[in-house]
């Protein structure tokens, strides 16, 4: 078991190193932080796995766009795409090396036992971020730029998915054991485009780091994909699959392919509940998943408000 987002705001030793050392995005640029944040988690709890410290928006970064963090609204992207073309970004893919280091730096302090998990945002749910310039409830600009300029939506994928390619595969070489691909908004399109900008583009994601790294297991989360996790397991290749809060972990048993390892999918709210409704949804899941390979974690990131008794509880239950 390990939590999405494990390493982070939930933890007051997190809150006071953040304190000490300014924004989200000079914690993920400095190795040193970001490596002790990835390991707070560890020296708490007996997770089987450490999560890098870090934003799948880094990419875009990289790809030459300005990023900032405000305070009680989230990351700001610039310029956003849908008002200018990719051509005019000039990549600064140096603005990764701190990442590789933090890698290094965990996988030097890190228990052999310990499985180290790499990751980066697919490039749907990158290109949403891109294109409006920030997050979105419903991704509406994205989503209509696909209709109404498809060749520009698909020069911005073409570009993401290079990237993130190289960007996983050095994560690989530098040390992470096994890399997740986050599809955090592929619950807002139709089935049409899901086949086209979230399955297409993970299948090729897949196929080229299989090529590199045939080795390093590779965990699929497409957020909200509901029925269409079926065509998604088929279709990608992926060694595992995410499943969100929402999905019945029983369907997902009886519908994903025989033996294909699911990892999930708690609702981070019972987590912050505690008591009989954590205990009632824990035993649920791990019931519906018993003949099932299964990396028992959360259906989305753990919330700030989680008390840390609560997660001390949840390791019991599910470790015990």
């Known amino acids: 078991m390990w939590l999405m987002r494990q390493a982070g705001r939930y933890l007051p030793e997190y809150r006071a190193l953040r304190a000490t050392k300014g924004g989200f995005l000079d914690l993920a640029y400095d190795p040193e932080a970001a490596a002790e944040i990835t390991l707070q988690p560890l020296r708490r709890f007996p997770f089987d796995g450490a999560i890098l410290f870090s934003d799948i928006l880094v990419v875009p970064h990289a790809m030459g766009m300005d990023l900032t963090f405000v305070a009680g609204e989230g990351p700001r992207l610039s310029p956003p795409l849908v008002h200018a073309p990719i051509c005019d970004l000039s990549p600064q893919m140096e603005r990764l090396n701190p990442i590789y280091e933090t890698v290094r730096r965990v996988k030097a302090e890190l228990a052999p036992e310990t499985t180290f998990l790499g990751f980066a945002g697919s490039p749907w749910t990158v290109a949403t971020y891109m294109i409006a310039g920030q997050g979105s409830r419903d991704q509406a600009e994205a989503r209509q730029l696909g209709y109404s300029d498809p060749g520009k939506l698909d020069a911005i994928l073409d570009v993401i998915s290079c990237i993130t390619v190289d960007y996983l595969s050095r994560q690989i070489e530098t ?72 999905v019945d972990p029983a369907w997902a048993h009886r519908e994903l392919p025989v033996g294909l390892p699911v990892q999930g999918n708690l609702d981070p709210l019972a987590l912050v509940a505690g008591g009989e409704p954590l205990i009632t949804s824990v035993e649920r899941i791990l019931d519906a998943l018993a003949d099932r390979p299964h990396i028992f974690n959360l259906g989305h990131g753990i919330q700030q408000t989680t008390p840390i008794e609560h997660v001390e509880e949840l390791v019991a239950l599910v470790k015990g």
């Open 175 to 246: 040390g992470v054991d096994a890399v997740q691909l986050f599809d955090s908004w592929a619950g807002s399109l139709s089935p049409a485009q899901f086949e086209r900008h979230v399955i297409a583009r993970t299948a090729w994601i897949v196929d080229q780091l299989k090529r590199r790294h045939p080795g390093t297991p590779i965990i699929g989360f497409p957020k909200g994909a509901g029925g269409k996790l079926r065509a998604y397991a088929a279709e990608t290749r992926v060694d595992a699959i995410g499943l969100d809060e929402t």
